[in-house]
Nanobody, 127 residues
């Protein structure tokens, strides 16, 4: 059974940092491209960041570029989202997702192409 579990969310003041982790079981993440998405109250879920299967390509939403960094640790079968300079508008539930792919360098921003999703972790940024 494939399971993605996010952790690291919490309450932080504006300007602070959080480090989200996505741990996988039942699936080898090295065969998957990964993405992070978020959903704020009353809004649709949106793309945040993506990383290719080989870890060499990353892509970010304009709203987080320069503040967030996505990376992967194949040895630990995890993907990390480092979030710096957090803003109140970053408040949302954050979800990781995995897409099985044979392409080493492709990244994916569309939710529909991802095969597996975590349950989410809440990030709240106070002003």
């Amino acid at each position: 059974q494939v399971q993605l579990v996010e952790s690291g969310g919490g309450l932080v003041q504006a300007g602070g940092s959080l480090r989200l982790s996505c741990a996988a079981s039942g699936v080898t993440l090295s065969n998957h491209a990964m993405g992070w998405f978020r959903q704020a109250p009353g809004k649709e879920r949106e793309f945040v960041a993506a990383i290719s299967r080989n870890g060499l390509t990353t892509y970010y939403a304009d709203s987080v570029r320069g503040r967030f960094t996505i990376s992967r640790d194949s040895a630990k079968n995890t993907v990390v989202l480092q979030m710096n300079s957090l803003k109140p508008e970053d408040t949302a539930a954050y979800y990781c997702a995995a897409r099985h792919t044979y392409s080493g360098g492709s990244v994916y921003t569309l939710q529909a192409v991802y095969n597996y999703w975590g349950q989410g972790t809440q990030v709240t940024v106070s002003s």
